[in-house]
C-alpha cells in the first residue's frame, strides 16, 4: 500500500508538527498518567450507516456572532476547548521563535501559558481544564494540575530503539501502552514506552491505529494491503484479546483516526490525497456504529469534536477552480450533531474560515477565527 499522510482533520496537528526542540524524555508513571473511564466492550461488527445531506434547519436566531478581541495580535490559532469554558491555543509572540500553548477562560478572560510546543498534539485524553494529555505520532504531552507532568519526544525514543524507526507511535498517555504500526511490514505491535512486554497483534494489512480507551485498540486493515481490498475497521482488546471486524468497503478507508472523546473517533475515509471536503467518518462507540456523512457545499474539511462535527457551508455549489484561489467570500457556520443526527446553521454570512474553527463540548459556545476577523458564537 502507498504510504500517503492525509491532512489531520484537527488543525493543532498541522500546527505543532515542524518544531525541531527535542523535549526530556520522562516515563509515564500510574501517578501521572490521567485517569480514563470504563474500558468498552465489543461484542459484534459495527453497524455501517450511510447519511447524506440531512435537512438543513436555520438555528442562528438561537445564537449571538460577536468578534472576539479576547487574545490580542495575530499570532495565535485556537485548538481545542477542554471544558465548556476554556479553550486551548497557539501563541506566538512576537519576540519568541518558540510558540506556547495556552488556555483562555471565556468567563475570566484568564490567559494561562501551559508549556511551550514541541509535538503531540494530535489526540486528547481529558479529564478536566486543568487535568489532560495530548499524543500524537511526534510525541506525548501531559498537564497535571495545570503543570507539565510528562514529557516525551518520539523522535528521541526512536534514536533509541532503531528497530521501530518506520513505525507510526500511537500513544496512550494515560496507561504508558503504545501501538507501533510498522508500515513496511503492515503489522501492529503492542509495547510499552520501557518495552518491557513486546507482543505482536494477530492481524496482517494494519496500516493505522488509534485508542477507543485504556483497553481497546481501534484498527485500520487490509486482507490484501498491496490491493486495496478487503478494508476493514478491527477493534482489539489488549486484556482479554477479543475482536471485531468491520468491513467497510474498500473505497471507504479507515484513515488518520482522531479523538478528544471516549464516545466518538473521526476519521477520513476515502483513499485519495485528501478527499473531498464534505465528507467524514464517525465511530460512534455508544451505538456500535460507523457513520458516513456526506454534506453538499463545504467549504472546509469537516471537523468532528466531541460529537459535533463543524462545517463552513457555501450557500452554493461551489467551483473550486475559483473557490481555491482567493480568501474572499462569505460562509454559514453549520454544526451537525452526530449523536442526535441534527444539522442547523449557527451563524450566517460569516468571512471564510482559515482552518481553525473550535466548538465546547456541549456544543453551546464555538470559537471561529477567519481570515480577517475572529469571532465567538454563543447561545443566547
Not at 57 to 74: C, K, N, P, R, V
Not at 88 to 97: I, P, V
Request: charged share 25%.
Amino acid at each position: 500500500m502507498k504510504k500517503t499522510y492525509f491532512p489531520f482533520l484537527l488543525s493543532a496537528v498541522l500546527l505543532f508538527s515542524g518544531c525541531g526542540s527535542v523535549p526530556v524524555e520522562q516515563r509515564i508513571t500510574p501517578e501521572q498518567a490521567v485517569t480514563g473511564g470504563e474500558s468498552r466492550t465489543f461484542s459484534k461488527e459495527f453497524a455501517l450507516e450511510h447519511r447524506t445531506d440531512p435537512p438543513l434547519t436555520d438555528q442562528s436566531s438561537a445564537y449571538l456572532t460577536e468578534d472576539f478581541g479576547g487574545i490580542e495580535g495575530t499570532g495565535w490559532v485556537p485548538i481545542r476547548f477542554v471544558d465548556n469554558d476554556s479553550f486551548l491555543y497557539r501563541e506566538r509572540a512576537e519576540d519568541s521563535q518558540n510558540p506556547w500553548v495556552c488556555r483562555y477562560h471565556l468567563r475570566t478572560g484568564q490567559k494561562d501559558k501551559l508549556f511551550p510546543v514541541q509535538g503531540g498534539a494530535g489526540n486528547l485524553f481529558r479529564e478536566n481544564a486543568s487535568n489532560f494529555s495530548f499524543a500524537d505520532n511526534l510525541g506525548v504531552i501531559s498537564i497535571k494540575d495545570d503543570r507539565i507532568e510528562t514529557e516525551i519526544s518520539f523522535a528521541s525514543w526512536k534514536q533509541e530503539h532503531q528497530e521501530y524507526e518506520a513505525c507510526d507511535i500511537v500513544a496512550n498517555p494515560r496507561t504508558g501502552k503504545i501501538a507501533l504500526v510498522d508500515n513496511t511490514t503492515w503489522k501492529c505491535i503492542l509495547t510499552d514506552f520501557d518495552l518491557k512486554e513486546v507482543s505482536a497483534l494477530p492481524f496482517e494489512g494494519v496500516y493505522r491505529a488509534g485508542w477507543v480507551d485504556d483497553d481497546n485498540l481501534i484498527l485500520g486493515a487490509f486482507d490484501q494491503v498491496e490491493k486495496h481490498q478487503g478494508s476493514a475497521v478491527i477493534t482489539y482488546n489488549i486484556q482479554d484479546k477479543a475482536t471485531t471486524k468491520t468491513y467497510i468497503g474498500d473505497n471507504e478507508v479507515f484513515v488518520d483516526p482522531y479523538r478528544d472523546s471516549g464516545d466518538y473517533c473521526g476519521f477520513t475515509y476515502l483513499d485519495d490525497d485528501h478527499g473531498p471536503p464534505g465528507t467524514l467518518g464517525v465511530v460512534d462507540y455508544t451505538k456500535n456504529k460507523i457513520i458516513f456523512l456526506k454534506l453538499s457545499n463545504i467549504a472546509w474539511y469537516l471537523n468532528l469534536q466531541y460529537n459535533w462535527v463543524i462545517a463552513a457551508a457555501a450557500d452554493q455549489p461551489i467551483d473550486w477552480d475559483v473557490w481555491g484561489g482567493t480568501t474572499e467570500g462569505t460562509v454559514n457556520l453549520c454544526v451537525y450533531d452526530a449523536a442526535a443526527g441534527s444539522y442547523g446553521i449557527r451563524a450566517r454570512n460569516l468571512s471564510r474560515p482559515n482552518g481553525a474553527v473550535i466548538i465546547s463540548p456541549d456544543g453551546r459556545t464555538i470559537i471561529y477565527q477567519s481570515f480577517s476577523k475572529n469571532y465567538l458564537i454563543r447561545e443566547k
